[in-house]
């Protein structure tokens, strides 16, 4: 049975080890923190990770515990609507899903269920990868792995080992805020406001809780203090309900981070027997809701290529130009080994990383005659060429895992 080895155990590095387990591969999850309890609050589940984690037997269990993001849109800082959008339009162009949130921890927990006892070793941090040879230094020694999968996050210590000459993340130009918040009697509609340089955002899990968030365009290094009093601050003028919501929010449910993201795409999202996955391999700013999503389709499509691990022969250069792996794909690049899942992913990841960008930088915006102008331009856009608007969001979508 071939062995591979998964730094990190958040969602991306969890989807890995599901996969992987159903291909028939020996998996041990290792991970520095102390618990599975994750970063973050609330999450999008899209379309094509929908799909995604049907693969796994997974999308059902997440489409239950989910609230499926209704009609909405995008908003001015007054209320007005920029953009009106429907669930059934949505759905209708992406085979019937559209878009789920949830808690963060519920996937988190709906992932790590269907791992085998024992594969996930907490308070283990690697030290060292020999991506060669497929050895996981730790701290009781060394562990040979036939594929190591690199899920250890956007400032990976693994990424900037295997490439050193790549610049590694960059800071987006704005911090961000996310709390999850309970409201009864608060309108269930998802949407995104947008102002001078500012977004918040209002996302409706079941239960009556609202997951929000908020970015501001600021120097990096900020925070520290009362954050909700400097969201009260920053967003308590705009329109209803983000008011009500922030004087229902709790301060130590506010979590602020500085948004990097990697500007530059990896030369190859493999080296040796390592892949690079989910942030390690291409953190993006939140604006298209595809940061966990592009991982979990990472997970999918790396069990894809190395296929099956009861008849996996290893060995190295196993994943070398143009080697595909006994039981395995060379995916939909079809150069075979990781170097196919280099070519399945690169491409992929790379643009939606590039559009996520753009639209961070197009809020980012403060001068009051360029933003009338970008709001402006962004409902023409919609009422006289809808399918330019959705059509990029439409083409990340309708991504569908590879057959098995």
């Not at 963060?104 to 594969?119: E, F, I, K």
């Not at 996955?277 to 990472?298: F, K, R, S, V």
């Not at 794909?329 to 559009?355: D, F």
Request: proline share 6%; net charge neutral; with cysteine.
């Amino acid at each position: 049975m071939a062995r591979a080895a998964v730094i990190g155990a958040g969602i991306g590095g969890l989807t890995a080890a599901v996969a992987l387990q159903r291909r028939g591969w020996e998996v041990t999850v290792f991970e520095r923190a102390a618990s599975l309890e994750p970063v973050g609050s609330g999450l999008a589940v899209a379309a094509n990770a929908l799909r995604a984690l049907d693969t796994l037997g997974a999308g059902d269990e997440i489409r239950e515990l989910s609230a499926i993001q209704g009609s909405g849109g995008m908003r001015r800082s007054d209320g007005r609507w920029l953009v009106r959008t429907s669930v059934e339009a949505a759905s209708a162009r992406n085979g019937g899903d559209s878009v789920v949130l949830l808690r963060r921890p519920d996937l988190v927990d709906v992932l790590s269920a269907r791992l085998a006892p024992g594969t996930v070793r907490l308070n283990t941090e690697v030290s060292e990868v020999d991506a060669e040879n497929g050895l996981v230094t730790l701290p009781d020694g060394p562990v040979e792995a036939d594929l190591v999968v690199a899920a250890d996050g956007i400032h990976s210590p693994i990424r900037s080992a295997l490439f050193p000459g790549h610049p590694g993340p960059r800071y987006a130009g704005v911090t961000s805020w996310r709390m999850l918040i309970p409201a009864e009697g608060v309108p269930g509609q998802a949407y995104e406001s947008w102002g001078r340089g500012r977004v918040f955002g209002v996302m409706p899990l079941a239960g009556g809780t609202f997951y929000c968030y908020a970015t501001d365009t600021v120097p990096a290094g900020g925070g520290g203090g009362d954050q909700l009093a400097e969201l009260r601050r920053l967003f308590g003028d705009w329109h209803s309900p983000i008011p009500e919501l922030l004087a229902a929010a709790s301060p130590e449910k506010v979590l602020r981070n500085d948004v990097h993201h990697l500007a530059t795409p990896l030369p190859a999202m493999h080296r040796g027997r390592v892949a690079m996955l989910g942030d390690a391999a291409h953190a993006m700013t939140p604006n298209m809701g595809q940061g966990a999503c592009q991982a979990i389709e990472d997970a999918v499509v790396l069990a894809h290529v190395v296929g099956d691990g009861e008849r996996f022969t290893g060995g190295t250069g196993a994943y070398g130009e143009g080697a595909v792996p006994p039981g395995g794909s060379g995916g939909s690049g079809g150069s075979g080994g990781l170097a196919g899942y280099t070519a399945a992913r690169l491409e992929r990841t790379s643009r939606i990383v590039a559009r996520s960008a753009t639209i961070c930088r197009i809020t980012r915006l403060r001068d009051p005659l360029a933003v009338r102008l970008r709001d402006a331009m962004v409902t023409l856009s919609w009422r006289l060429a809808p399918s330019r608007v959705h059509g990029p969001m439409d083409e990340v979508l309708s991504w569908t895992p590879p057959s098995a």
